[in-house]
């Protein structure tokens, strides 16, 4: 029983942030639904330890973006500043395969906006 309360907690998370991702500028969207769905795909068969630091740093994450989205209600998205800065402290927990991924991952979301050749859908029905 407490596994499949383990497996809708997980999933309400997952889905919660993807939900939040929708009010994102459409580049930065695609990017973060991206890696959402990889990580939550890397974690299934994750350790009992390592689950709980996923948790709860995805948790984090969803409360942060929460908190600047409905700070931003009203306000133009191209103005808008979402993230947060990274505290030196968690960066000695990650291992190098994370921090390769975190790298990466400033990378592409400080590249222009136009990397992303995805158009929102001007077809009326």
Known sequence: MAASAHVAHVRALYKRILVLHRFLPIHLRALGDQYVKE???????????????????????????????????????????????????????????????????MLESTKPNNQFNIEEDTFSK
């Open 39 to 105: 990580e939550f795909r890397r974690h299934k068969s994750a350790a009992p330890e390592e689950v709980t630091s996923f948790m709860a740093e995805w948790q984090n994450y969803k409360h942060t973006l929460q908190t600047q989205i409905l700070e931003s209600k009203g306000q133009q998205l191209s103005s808008v500043k979402f993230g947060a800065e990274l505290a030196e402290g968690h960066l000695k927990n990650f291992q190098d395969e994370q921090i390769g991924q975190l790298y990466e991952l």
